[in-house]
């Protein structure tokens, strides 16, 4: 009989004790998540966004390294002289080249180190990488991109940061 009391109550205790971990593997932390990232006009949003510049559209784009929010606009090619000094003021883009068949930023030979699109971080650290091309062309001389019907900008927002 007293073996038998004494099985009971280890039996009663191993219950307990299991519904009391079962209690606590309840509790569920309550801590906000982070909002969701919103594909749109990023320049626009900062007020950073010359009058020539026009907003397209914005993509989520996915590849097997990274997520990214794409921003997309255009320029006509009368204006992207303005456009492209805007850039390289307030985001450190280097100057556009002809390189081939199109123009597009490049480091420069005397700085190896220096980015090759502008960038920018916002106020809660997601980076943002700014650059500007022209479509195919054989214009090889800046005075006369105003024969180039338009240039783009393009601003990516990558999503795995900060």
């Known amino acids: 009989m007293q073996r038998l009391s004494q099985n009971l109550i280890i039996f009663l205790l191993a219950i307990a004790s299991t519904s009391c971990t079962a209690r606590t ?3 569920v932390s ?3 998540s982070p909002a969701t990232p919103v594909c749109e006009d990023f320049l626009g ?3 950073k966004k010359p009058k020539e510049l026009q907003f397209s559209s914005c993509k989520k784009m996915k ?3 990274t997520e990214s929010l794409v921003a997309s606009y255009s320029v006509k090619g009368k204006d992207a002289a303005q456009v492209e000094s805007f ?3 307030n985001f450190k883009m280097e100057p556009l080249k002809f390189l081939c068949c199109g123009w597009e930023p490049t480091t420069a030979v005397d700085k190896p180190n220096l980015p090759r699109y502008g960038g920018y971080r916002d106020r809660d650290g997601y980076k943002y990488e700014i650059s500007m091309y022209s479509e195919e062309t054989l214009v090889n001389n800046r005075q006369h991109w105003n024969r180039i019907p338009k240039f783009n900008v393009r601003v990516t927002r ?3 940061e900060p």
């Open 63 to 65: 590849n097997p390294q």
């Open 25 to 27: 593997a309840i509790v």
């Open 87 to 89: 850039l390289r003021q």
């Open 158 to 160: 990558y999503l795995q």
């Open 45 to 47: 949003k900062w007020d």
């Open 30 to 32: 309550s801590a906000p």
